[in-house]
């Protein structure tokens, strides 16, 4: 795709990067499928998952999709071989990647868009026959959630999260089968120190909320082992193989 207008010099967003180990735990769950030829990180940002995933996939063509110019810095820098700028429901985009891919990834993507289950067609109309759906999203069923309500996750206010029950069944309806659901290993942790952010005055300045917050935030990772293995574990991820041909 050739890159659309846009200022010379594309630079990284300020946005701290995901953590590694964690990007290669979702890398490492495609592992046991057959190793793909083409993947598509849809909502990828700076590809910082494409350029972990390379490291378990080093033969594997990886392209990512975001609506901002961010994905065309990763193409610059070379996470990805193609950046495409746009949304996956755009019939220009979805007619132009139709039946192109062996893995379409969405992570912590598919509550943002305007409409998740006209997401998840499009997604199923890039993928390939047999080929597979990773996914990862939060989990508004967890015990966090149901302690805190409409409270929980502050960031995740107002989007729209599906239940894994409700996503499979989705899924299912369009032709797809399931065969992976891990509500242990996309556990985040950070349940403790969300909670806290909660609590501490919207007016109290960073450099005083920072000290206050990096105890909640270590002690989430130290509990995340424990956690994951509860109700607690605040993520699911799915891995979802196309069966009949997308709509």
């Known amino acids: ?130 080929g597979h759906l990773l996914l990862e999203a939060p989990d508004p069923r967890c015990a966090f959630a149901a302690l805190l309500g409409k409270r929980w996750l502050p960031r995740a206010r107002g989007l729209r999260l599906l239940p894994l029950d409700e996503l499979r069944t989705e899924l299912e309806s369009q032709g797809c089968a399931v065969v992976v659901t891990d509500r242990r290993a996309a556990h985040v942790p950070q349940d403790l120190s969300d909670a806290l952010a909660l609590i501490l005055p919207a007016s109290l300045p960073s450099w005083l909320a920072a000290p206050l917050l990096a105890p909640a935030r270590a002690l989430d990772h130290a509990l995340a082992p424990l956690l994951r293995h509860t109700r607690f574990s605040n993520a699911y991820r799915l891995i979802a193989r196309r069966e009949t041909s997308a709509p």
């Open 1 to 130: 795709m050739s890159a659309p207008s846009a200022p010379l010099s594309l630079t990284p967003s300020a946005s701290p990067a995901p953590s590694p180990r964690r990007l290669r735990s979702t890398a490492r769950a495609m592992l046991c499928f057959p190793e793909p030829e083409s993947w598509l990180d849809v909502g990828t940002g700076e590809a910082h998952f494409p350029r972990t995933a390379k490291e378990l996939f080093p033969y594997t063509s990886f392209d990512g999709l975001d609506a901002t110019l961010h994905v065309e810095w990763a193409r610059l820098v070379e996470r990805v071989e193609e950046a495409h700028v746009g949304l996956l429901t755009d019939p220009r985009i979805t007619a132009r990647l139709r039946a192109r891919y062996d893995v379409v990834s969405m992570l912590h993507h598919l509550p943002y868009t305007p409409d998740p289950r006209a997401e998840l067609r499009a997604a199923l109309a890039v993928l390939r026959p047999g």
